[in-house]
């Protein structure tokens, strides 16, 4: 059974940095793309950004783009969400998921297979 475990959330203010932790277990890191999403309240959730399977490509949503990036630990079975130059409008539960199958686009929800619980962060003015 694979699990993503997200950890790193909090509150920080405007202009502040956080780096999100999802950690994977009963799976290996290497063999899925791994998305990040996130959901604000009363707001549909949204995709943040992602990476791929082999090479260290990755994208974003223009709303993040140059401000957050993403990367993986093989060794240590997790990816990170790095946030920077982070404003109230981020403020949002942070998700991570697993695609296995790279069918769909990895900007979709339904694309992806495995998701954690989701981490809270708070962006103060």
């Known amino acids: 059974q694979v699990q993503l475990v997200e950890s790193g959330g909090g509150l920080v203010q405007a202009g502040g940095s956080l780096r999100l932790s999802c950690a994977v277990s009963?799976?290996?890191?290497?063999?899925?793309?791994m998305g990040w999403f996130r959901q604000a309240p009363g707001k549909e959730r949204e995709f943040v950004g992602y990476?791929?399977?082999?090479?260290?490509?990755?994208s974003f949503a223009d709303s993040v783009k140059g401000r957050f990036t993403i990367s993986r630990d093989n060794a240590k079975n997790t990816v990170y969400l790095q946030m920077n130059s982070l404003k109230p409008e981020d403020t949002a539960v942070y998700y991570c998921?697993?695609?296995?199958?790279?069918?769909?686009?990895?900007?979709?929800?339904?694309?992806?297979?495995?998701w954690g619980q989701g981490t809270q962060v708070t962006v103060s003015s």
């Open positions: 990476i791929s399977r082999i090479t260290t490509t990755t």
């Open positions: 998921a697993a695609d296995k199958d790279l069918r769909g686009g990895y900007d979709l929800i339904v694309t992806y297979d495995y």
């Open positions: 009963g799976g290996t890191v290497s063999r899925y793309r």
